[in-house]
């Protein structure tokens, strides 16, 4: 997925994004890991935040992140 360029707005509602995953067996958790690459030419001044993980755990919930 690509994302656009430019700021962010301040408590913005986003933009609803959904993906559909298959999983090998039935885990009773997964670990959702989201990187972010730069290309054409952007900087990152914190590089150190580029990758994000998130525990999802199966509760029968819709999760949001």
């Not at 958790?29 to 989201?34: A, G, K, N």
């Not at 952007?42 to 919930?61: C, F, I, K, S």
């Amino acid at each position: 997925m690509l994302c656009r360029p430019g700021a962010l707005t301040a408590g913005g509602p986003g933009e609803r994004m959904e993906l559909g995953l298959v999983l090998r067996g039935a885990p009773a958790e997964v670990t959702l890991r989201i990187d972010t690459p730069w290309r054409g030419g952007a900087q990152d001044t914190n590089p150190h935040n580029d990758v994000h993980e998130v525990l999802v755990r199966d509760t029968g919930d819709v999760h949001r992140f």
